[in-house]
């Protein structure tokens, strides 16, 4: 029975000694735990305080480029304005050449107006007001052509030429023409096959 006492006893003692060394086990990591945390954050705060002393020069020097930069543009855009102004004045002096070149040409002989055949490659510095000739003549020359080709169309000519005029379209302008002479072909058709009807009239009865 004293034996029995004795290890119940000695067990218990081993029990409390456990939950002690365990109690000391969590309060010593709690410890820890909390140590390590205050270092941690210590050393961030100090990271955060060195990155604001490091940056700063070089957020001063990020804020000066950025407000270069804006005057740059700001100057590059002034300039594009005048080069603007100065190629819109010089193609504006070239088109009034190549306006009195047209006419001496011939292009108002014949009646239509430049921009159906102006392009504005004439525009550039690079082309030549030679070459421009050259291709208005050849231009001129072309509807002079055409024109001559409509005059085949005789009753029709005058239209057939003023709708040519509007576009220059050589094919379309013969088209509509073969489309006006089949509608005069029908309308005289039409016509003769009223004429060989006779028109029928109700006799008048004779009085007896």
């Known amino acids: 029975m004293l034996s029995f006492q004795r290890h119940r006893h000695t067990r218990k003692w081993h029990l ?3 939950r002690q060394r365990q109690s000391c086990i969590r309060d010593r990591c709690k410890e820890d735990k909390a140590l390590l945390n205050k270092a941690a954050k210590a050393l961030d705060d100090k990271r955060k305080e060195l990155e604001k002393v490091w940056n700063k020069p ?9 407000d270069t930069c804006k005057l740059i543009k700001n100057a590059v855009s002034l300039i594009d304005g005048v080069i603007k102004e100065d190629e819109n ?27 159906l055949i102006f392009d504005t490659k004439w525009l ?3 082309t ?3 070459s421009i000739e050259k291709a208005i003549t050849e231009k001129v020359d072309n509807i002079k052509k055409d024109l001559e080709t409509l005059k085949l169309f005789a009753e029709d000519y005058d239209a057939l030429a003023a709708r040519y005029k509007e576009n220059l379209n050589l094919q379309e302008t013969i088209a ?7 509608q005069r072909a029908s309308s005289v058709s039409t016509s003769k096959k009223e004429t060989a009807t ?11």
Request: proline residues 3%.
């Open 16 to 18: 409390s000694i456990r």
């Open 58 to 66: 070089f957020e001063e020097f990020k804020t000066t480029c950025n």
């Open 89 to 115: 004045r010089t193609k504006k002096a070239k088109r009034e050449e190549i306006e009195k070149l047209a006419e001496k040409c011939g292009v108002e002989t014949i009646g239509i107006k430049l921009d």
């Open 124 to 126: 550039n510095k690079t």
């Open 128 to 130: 030549s007001m030679k």
């Open 176 to 182: 509509y023409a073969n489309k006006l002479k089949e």
């Open 198 to 208: 006779p028109s029928t009239s109700p006799q008048k009865e004779v009085a007896e």
